[in-house]
Nanobody, 116 residues
């Protein structure tokens, strides 16, 4: 069973930065796509950023130019570098990994709180 463990969440002020990490129990290369999602109470989980095995990335419009997603194959780690954080970025952030053809795995989440 693949396990994903997020870390790096915390409380920061508006304009500051945080880096989230997601470590996989298996080689990260088995995932065809990995992504970060976030969720706030009462709302649906939303896609923040995704990256394919070959490095193609996509971002939600609200985070483009502020967040960067990356994969470290040597450490089996997915990262999300978040800069210029805003209060509306506050959420529970989840790591997700997809394995072909139709398996998906989620982490337990790490909380990010941004105060103004």
């Amino acid at each position: 069973q693949v396990q994903l463990v997020e870390s790096g969440g915390g409380s920061v002020k508006s304009g500051q930065s945080l880096e989230l990490s997601c470590t996989t129990s298996e080689s990260i290369i088995v995932h065809t796509v990995m992504a970060w999602y976030r969720q706030v109470p009462g709302k649906q989980r939303e896609l923040v950023a995704s990256i394919t095995r070959i490095g193609n990335t996509e971002y939600a419009e609200s985070v483009e130019d502020r967040f960067t997603i990356s994969m470290d194959y040597s450490k089996n780690r997915l990262s999300l570098n978040m800069t210029n954080l805003r209060p509306e970025d506050s959420a529970l952030y989840f790591c997700k990994g997809d394995i072909f053809p139709n398996r998906e795995f989620w982490g337990q989440g790490t909380r990010v709180t941004v105060s103004s």
